[in-house]
């Protein structure tokens, strides 16, 4: 069985080694972040990457931030009240039934979310159902090898394996790209 994150664990989730090894403006560019983009950010714990998309979709943009957790969520309203950002919207969804919000999005993203999830299948089937055809998904996982940090090996999940659900769930063939030593980042569209 997969774990979730530890909402008291928080804190880990914004760090200086984090952004200097994943920032967040220039991960979201290489994954196809646009100005005006409406996006969609399953598990978006505190706000790390919502809140630099919310600034660089800028005011004709939004971002949509989607998590199991209370507690990330009022986090992320607080960090967005104090930042002066107002295009961001929370919606909190029930562990193990993922329920998206209903909206035009442009891009998806899901960041080290997937190998906390037990039916990797029925999420993602999810997922593709919220999404129009075109719609540019952008999933970030840690890679299955050893790491300093990160979950255990048993619960990472391969690029042979990620290939797979991606396709199998309506997207194209994903593209990855190493983001660093720990993280890979697979873009791909939902199918027609």
């Known amino acids: 069985m997969a774990h979730a994150f530890d909402p008291a664990e928080r804190h880990k989730l914004d760090t200086a080694e984090r952004r200097a090894e994943m920032p967040p403006e220039t991960t979201l560019v290489k994954a196809g972040l646009k100005p005006g983009d409406s996006v969609l950010d399953i598990g ?36 967005t009240a104090s930042s002066g950002i107002f295009n961001v919207e929370t919606s909190q969804t029930p562990h193990g039934k993922l329920v998206i919000p ?47 940090q990160g979950p255990p090996l048993k619960e990472r999940i391969s690029e042979d394996e990620m290939q797979v659900l991606l396709k199998k769930a309506g997207f194209s063939e994903p593209v990855s790209q190493e983001l660093s030593p720990s993280y890979t980042l697979y873009t791909c569209t939902r199918n027609e």
């Open 44 to 79: 978006c714990g505190t706000g790390y990457f919502a809140l630099a998309a919310a600034r660089m979709v800028g005011h004709k943009g939004s971002v949509c931030a989607v998590d199991i957790s209370g507690v990330m969520l009022a986090e992320l309203r607080s960090r």
């Open 102 to 148: 209903e909206g035009n999005y442009t891009l998806a993203l899901m960041v080290n979310v997937l190998h906390e999830v037990d039916d990797k299948k029925a999420f993602l089937a999810s997922v593709a159902a919220a999404l129009k055809p075109g719609v540019k998904l952008a999933v970030i996982e840690w890679k299955k090898a050893d790491t300093p």
